[in-house]
């Protein structure tokens, strides 16, 4: 039996084999900021580095189909969609449930969220 050794390489191809991250600029001290996101409209997070998102959504509790779009363009034009939640009725039904969606955004690229029989609670990056 033989053995190959593996390695991963970052953006500047530097070995992470520990699995690390490099964070360029990263956020030393103080509140991690928030960005104001209204449904259907795209954001610029952050211009001057990569960051990651938090936006806690939360449905509304109608008994109706809730979903919640999330797009990512690098133009603030041209949106890809990276996928729709999708909550049955009877799921929106047992009051407001509040759901935490994280992922990473290049620096000066925009966010859009839609969301239908949901409300965007709050948007925080770090």
């Known amino acids: 039996m033989s053995s190959v050794a593996a390695h991963f390489l970052d953006d500047n191809q530097t070995d992470r084999l520990d699995g690390t991250l490099v964070t360029y600029n990263p956020i030393t001290s103080g509140a991690l900021p ?3 996101l209204s449904s259907g409209t795209g954001a610029q ?8 998102v938090g936006i806690l959504y939360t449905l509304d509790a109608t008994n109706n189909i809730a979903t919640v779009k999330l797009e990512l363009s690098p133009d603030g034009t041209t949106y890809s ?21 994280t992922f990473g955004v290049p620096a000066g690229w ?8 949901a409300t965007i609670t709050s948007t925080t990056y770090y």
């Open 34 to 36: 928030t960005a104001t």
């Open 45 to 52: 997070i952050s211009t001057t580095r990569d960051t990651r």
């Open 110 to 117: 925009y966010v859009k969220v839609t969301v239908v029989h």
């Open 81 to 101: 969609s990276l996928g729709t939640m999708s909550f049955a009725a009877a799921v929106n039904n047992t009051g407001a449930i509040a759901q935490l969606l």
